[in-house]
């Protein structure tokens, strides 16, 4: 049985097992890990699939929230999933607009109505999906709508139209703020037996998360994590899971097979390809209770330093 709470982690027995220094040294990678796509101005129409059509009534205005299509107004807003042929069109007055294989068009704002249902909380939305999820999309409720009615169309034209109001300015690189903030004096933690810096600072984190106090043994739900980088650190820690098999209940985080409570982790970094990563590792557990911490990882024999940064938030 695996034992994540011990403090010389698994992976650092590799240290211990050598009688020399000879461990390569991995590489530093040049940019920011994940690669970014949030924000690209990507739209995604998600559709059903390994689902017979649901009858109970959707109803609500059209949103978006990231690159996918919410239905608003429900008991949840829900990412949704169309009938087969819907498309994104283009539309003269609105950009773009939804197209639904009867022809009807509906675009964001307007309220819509039709056949359908929530899609089941304990499976991944991506279950459900004839198309990849965007993760973006994938930790909240999600609905299946078909045989779309348009209740209320907005126009551009109604003096009462308000278009939406412009995004805010970006808030200031978390990332920026560890890269110039002072050296904080911190004992380096050594994490070795990793060559990937990202997978580095998760195994920190969930070890930190396992060897803490209230929420030690809730299932780690690891944000835009890849299948092998998932595999290798499963094999380190137990209740190991990519974000979308977690989802938010209400004001929490929860795995979606057992409704249990979990914890996002996530973990974002900018390298150098010199000698040094500016890191943020990233813990939250509600809507308003996560922590993150800024790091300096710097590459050694076998894996990775990692110091504590002197700027850090809470929420």
Known sequence: MKNPLAIAWAFALVAACSSNDHRATPEVPDGKLPVETRGDGRTVLLTYTNIGAMEAIQAGSLVMRGPCFHL?????????????????????????????????????????????????????????????????????????????????????????????????????????????SPESGAEPVEVLGIEDPREALFAHMIAGLREGEGFHNRPACLREVDADMLTRLSDRFTDVFAAPMCRWDGAGVALREDDSPAVFVDARLDCDGRNRCVAEGARVFANMGGEGQGYIMRPIPGGWSIETAGVSWIS
Do not use: Y
Request: proline residues 16%; negative net charge; glycine residues 10%.
């Open 72 to 180: 608003s107004g429900a008991p949840d807003e829900a990412v949704i999933l169309w009938e087969e042929g819907t498309r994104i069109v283009r539309d003269p007055e609105r950009g773009f607009a939804v197209e639904l294989p009867d022809g009807l068009r509906v675009a964001v704002g307007d309220m819509i109505r039709g056949g359908g249902g929530a899609l089941p909380t304990a499976q991944p939305i991506a279950d459900f999906a004839a198309q990849a999820v965007p993760e973006e999309c994938a930790t909240g409720p999600a609905a299946q709508i078909h045989s779309v009615e348009l209740v209320e169309r907005v126009s551009m034209d109604d003096p009462e139209f308000r278009p939406p109001p412009p995004p805010p300015p970006p808030a200031p690189s978390f990332l920026d703020s560890v890269r110039n």
